[in-house]
């Protein structure tokens, strides 16, 4: 099975690096800048990518990279989280410009990768799974505040619906994903679980992809939620 992994150098991403290498799967890894801790990974089915997401890219480049005409799963993990909520996303102190440096990777840095790689998706019938946040969940939303990773977030669960209904005449499955609170660098290891757990969560919920709605928005523990 063909794997390409945005957002791969570290914290979840390269937990799913991980497994699916465990998996025997041929794996392609992307990472903005720093390499992190793909250059540990000793394994000939493990390729990496330097890729910055919010670069506009061309089959040219996929060409340049040898990706495989065929791929049986996009899992579109990128993400930034931005300012921290009492510093540069509160109501008083949110900018247009972190708005939209954060929805530009968060929500349209997934649409545009899914858009290039689209037809090697296609050509697999295979899955694209989009990894959003349960802080995009409107319902879920008692505390305010971090409206820029909020709102991407929300934005990417939108599109991923949207995406799923347009390529599913293709034969992609689309998924959206929401990890759990993750002991990452992002959550500055605060989390409740660990990588492991959540992938462990979330590659399940990607192998039982045809058990859900499509575009459906699900967490690690398999269950749906509500937006």
Known sequence: MNV?????NRGIG?????????QECDVWATYRSDIGGLAD???DR????????????????LQAMSLPGQLDLLINNAGIYGPKKAHGQAFDTITTETMQEVF???????????QLLASRVIAARGV???MSSKMGSSEDNTSGGCYAYRAAKAALVIVSRSMAMDLAD?????????????????????????????????TKVISNVDHYQPGAFVAFDGKVVPY
């Open 14 to 22: 390269l937990g799913f690096v991980k497994h699916y290498l465990a």
């Open 128 to 130: 694209i799974a989009n």
């Open 170 to 202: 293709d034969n992609v499955r689309v998924i959206t994903l929401h990890p759990g609170w993750v002991s990452t660098d992002m959550t500055n290891h605060s989390g409740l679980i660990d990588v492991a757990t959540s992938v462990a969560g979330l």
């Open 41 to 43: 990974i000793d394994d």
């Open 46 to 61: 493990l390729r990496t990518l330097q890729w910055d997401i919010t670069v506009e890219k061309d089959d040219s480049f």
């Open 104 to 114: 530009e990777v968060d929500c349209v840095g997934a649409l545009k990768v899914s």
């Open 4 to 8: 390409l992994i945005t957002g791969a």
